[in-house]
């Protein structure tokens, strides 16, 4: 059983190693002794391997190890092509990477895929959802160099099988820089619809890791992929590809691609908003990430105008997470940002009173509206006001009273 992302010295090792609990465990209960009777029976491993997974779930880790180590080795008796293996490789896999003993938890990890390959075939949904698993991994608990081939291999299999669900008429949908993404309409079987999006899902995942790691290359080829899958299968008008756009968004942005960015958060918002009602707080999320790259742009009029618009969300009733507050204080915040500070004080001060309700008048959500409201009146001259405002988030975050709101502001005269 050889796995090829582990060396072959490992993969020595732990198949070694492996056969050789097994075997012991075969001598103890007898199988090469016809005397002390036959090997248990398979209830007993579903029972070691559930008791196990449930202390595990309960934190009760002192219970599940021994749970889950004789559950592998029970598991060994069924042979190393059996999926019960797998199972009872992952779940002690699993149990190690909670406790953080991740050299411990790799190797258990890697065998459940090499068993998951044997038995189920390596183009298998369940088997291209442990490789997933596996990358994941790798890349948050420091052996991302295995990380990288393992996802080269898992994007050839995914291009693969998207292709096998395509029709062939159908062109792959092609990303231009700069160039909004649109969906096509292709369908996939509808037993491929469920795996499908499931490995959709993988590669957001994944491309989001790789993202924070700075890998963009592999992360927009992850997200291209997940794209291509969700657009085969889903058609374009699906919240879901909201979700890809804003992915490719988000990669621009921390490629200091703004304009290219911004096409994409306009597609993200479109698409939601005809998906969705407005008060529903995926809008307002998506409309902010757009007003905000905008504003780096230095478009504060089209910025605004997207605030301006936002505040008849809510018009038939106040919203429920909070989102009227967070529009208003965005627009004052915006405001600010130009030094209009007679046209942001009456916004933020509304956006305070708004949050207040909504959360509460000592909710630490509460204190960035009180500091920027302070920091706007500063600039007004309404010390009072000002110090009022300050006292009251300093009484929330219960620290020392500050000589001066606007003190660490980079504009400001105390400086």
Same mark, same amino acid.
């Given at each position: 059983?050889?796995?090829?992302?582990?060396?072959?010295?490992?993969?020595?090792?732990?198949?070694?190693? /492996?056969?050789?609990?097994?075997?012991?465990? /075969?001598?103890?209960?007898?199988?090469?002794?016809?005397?002390?009777?036959?090997? @248990?029976?398979?209830?007993?491993?579903?029972?070691?391997?559930?008791?196990?997974?449930?202390?595990? %779930?309960?934190?009760?880790?002192?219970?599940? *190890?021994?749970?889950?180590?004789?559950?592998?080795?029970?598991?060994?008796?069924?042979? &190393?092509?059996?999926?019960?293996?797998?199972?009872?490789?992952?779940?002690?896999?699993? =149990?190690?990477?909670?406790?953080?003993?991740?050299?411990?938890?790799?190797?258990?990890? *890697?065998? #459940?895929?090499?068993?998951?390959?044997?038995?189920?075939?390596?183009?298998?949904?369940?088997?291209?959802?442990?490789?997933?698993?596996?990358?994941?991994?790798?890349?948050?608990?420091?052996?991302?160099?295995?990380? *990288?081939?393992?996802?080269?291999?898992?994007?050839?299999?995914?291009?693969?099988?998207?292709?096998?669900?395509?029709?062939?008429?159908?062109?792959?949908?092609? /990303?231009?820089?700069?160039?909004?993404?649109?969906?096509?309409?292709? +369908?996939?079987?509808?037993?491929?619809? %469920?795996?499908?999006?499931?490995?959709?899902?993988?590669?957001? *995942?994944? !491309?989001?890791?790789?993202? +924070?790691?700075?890998? &963009?290359?592999?992360? #927009?080829? =992850?997200?291209?992929?997940? &794209?291509?899958?969700?657009?085969?299968?889903?058609?374009?008008?699906? $919240?879901?590809?909201?979700?890809?756009?804003?992915?490719? !968004?988000?990669?621009?942005?921390?490629?200091?691609?703004?304009?290219?960015?911004?096409?994409?958060?306009?597609?993200?918002?479109?698409?939601?908003?005809?998906?969705?009602?407005?008060?529903?707080?995926?809008?307002?999320?998506?409309?902010?990430?757009?007003?905000?790259?905008?504003?780096? $742009?230095?478009?504060?009029?089209?910025? #605004?105008?997207?605030?301006?618009?936002?505040?008849?969300?809510?018009?038939?009733? @106040?919203?429920?997470?909070?989102? #009227?507050?967070?529009? $208003?204080?965005?627009? !004052?915040?915006?405001?600010?940002?130009?030094?209009?500070?007679?046209?942001?004080?009456?916004?933020?001060?509304?956006?305070?009173?708004?949050?207040?309700?909504?959360?509460?008048?000592?909710?630490?959500?509460?204190?960035?509206?009180?500091?920027?409201?302070?920091?706007? $009146?500063?600039?007004?001259?309404?010390?009072?006001?000002?110090?009022?405002?300050?006292?009251?988030?300093?009484?929330?975050?219960?620290?020392?009273?500050?000589?001066?709101?606007?003190?660490?502001? @980079?504009?400001?005269?105390?400086?």
């Amino acid at each position: 059983m050889h796995n090829p992302y582990r060396s072959d010295i490992e993969t020595l090792w732990f198949s070694t190693s /492996l056969i050789a609990i097994c075997c012991m465990s /075969l001598m103890a209960r007898g199988a090469f002794l016809p005397a002390f009777g036959a090997s @248990p029976p398979p209830a007993d491993w579903a029972k070691n391997l559930h008791d196990g997974t449930e202390a595990l %779930d309960s934190n009760k880790y002192w219970i599940a *190890e021994p749970k889950l180590k004789q559950a592998v080795i029970q598991a060994g008796t069924f042979g &190393f092509e059996d999926i019960r293996l797998a199972k009872s490789l992952g779940e002690l896999g699993r =149990l190690y990477t909670v406790r953080g003993r991740f050299d411990v938890a790799e190797p258990y990890l *890697e065998e #459940e895929l090499g068993v998951k390959q044997q038995a189920l075939g390596r183009e298998n949904a369940e088997t291209i959802k442990t490789m997933g698993a596996l990358i994941r991994f790798y890349l948050l608990n420091g052996t991302a160099q295995k990380a *990288e081939p393992m996802t080269d291999d898992l994007l050839a299999l995914l291009e693969g099988k998207l292709k096998e669900a395509l029709p062939k008429s159908k062109m792959k949908v092609k /990303l231009q820089q700069g160039v909004p993404l649109e969906g096509h309409a292709a +369908t996939a079987a509808p037993t491929m619809r %469920d795996p499908l999006i499931e490995w959709a899902i993988t590669c957001d *995942e994944l !491309g989001n890791l790789y993202r +924070t790691q700075k890998n &963009f290359a592999l992360a #927009e080829r =992850l997200y291209r992929e997940a &794209f291509d899958i969700k657009s085969t299968v889903l058609g374009n008008e699906h $919240l879901s590809l909201a979700n890809s756009y804003d992915n490719f !968004g988000e990669l621009c942005l921390v490629r200091d691609q703004i304009s290219e960015a911004r096409y994409y958060f306009e597609d993200a918002l479109a698409t939601t908003e005809r998906i969705l009602p407005c008060d529903n707080p995926q809008v307002y999320g998506r409309l902010d990430k757009l007003a905000k790259c905008l504003m780096k $742009l230095g478009n504060y009029k089209a910025a #605004e105008q997207l605030y301006l618009r936002a505040q008849s969300f809510w018009k038939s009733e @106040p919203s429920k997470n909070g989102e #009227e507050a967070r529009a $208003l204080f965005a627009l !004052g915040c915006l405001y600010v940002e130009q030094k209009q500070y007679e046209t942001a004080a009456p916004v933020l001060q509304q956006a305070m009173e708004r949050a207040e309700r909504s959360s509460g008048p000592a909710s630490v959500t509460l204190v960035p509206y009180l500091q920027r409201y302070a920091y706007t $009146l500063y600039y007004l001259d309404r010390k009072p006001e000002m110090e009022q405002l300050k006292a009251r988030a300093n009484t929330i975050l219960g620290v020392m009273p500050q000589t001066d709101v606007a003190a660490s502001h @980079p504009d400001s005269p105390a400086r």
